[in-house]
C-alpha cells in the first residue's frame, strides 16, 4: 500500500507537475487526515497528512515513492438554489449559517449537501431548492483552511 504523506501544492496553486493519478473523494472525506482509500487506477493508498487540512479539488499529493497524485471532488447530491435577488441569497445563507450547514457560494446561487429538511426551509423563505449531482467545494470558514488552528509556545488570543 502506498503512504501519502504530503501536500504538493493546495488546490489554485500553480504546480508545474502533471499528477501520475487521481484520488476522488467527497467533501467529508476530503476532510480527513487519515484514511485508505483507493486511486483510479486501483491502487491502493494510506493518507497520512497534517491534521486540520481539508483537501480541495485540484490539490496534489506527494506520496513516499515520489509520485504526485491529484485529487479530484467527487459528484455529491446537493441542493442548490439560485436566485438573481442577492438579498433572498443572503437571507438564505443567514439562515442556513445559524444551523452550522457547510455552504458553496456562488454568484447567484448557494449549494449544500442535499437536506429534504433544509430544501424545506428555503421554500419557505420564497426559494425553490434543486438537487444536482456535482463536485462540493463549500466555503473554508473564516479562519481560511478549514479547523486548522496553529499551536505553538506562543499562542494568544486577542479579543
Do not use: C, W
Amino acid at each position: 500500500m502506498l503512504k501519502i504523506s504530503t501536500i504538493l501544492a493546495h488546490a489554485g496553486q500553480n504546480a508545474s507537475v502533471a499528477p501520475s493519478d487521481t484520488l476522488t473523494l467527497p467533501f467529508e472525506l476530503r476532510q480527513r487526515s487519515r484514511l485508505v482509500a483507493a486511486l483510479e487506477s486501483g491502487r491502493r493508498i494510506a493518507l497520512a497528512l497534517p491534521r486540520g487540512h481539508v483537501l480541495r479539488g485540484g490539490a496534489l499529493l506527494q506520496a513516499e515513492d515520489g509520485s504526485v497524485i491529484g485529487v479530484r471532488a467527487a459528484d455529491e447530491e446537493l441542493s442548490v438554489v439560485r436566485s438573481s435577488d442577492p438579498a433572498a441569497l443572503v437571507r438564505a445563507a443567514y439562515h442556513l449559517g445559524n444551523r452550522h450547514v457547510a455552504l458553496q457560494i456562488e454568484d447567484g446561487a448557494l449549494s449544500y449537501l442535499h437536506d429534504h429538511v433544509l430544501d424545506d426551509m428555503l421554500r419557505g423563505l420564497g426559494l425553490e431548492p434543486r438537487v444536482e449531482q456535482r463536485p462540493f467545494e463549500p466555503e473554508a470558514g473564516a479562519y481560511g483552511r478549514g479547523h486548522h488552528h496553529e499551536h505553538g509556545s506562543e499562542h494568544h488570543h486577542q479579543h
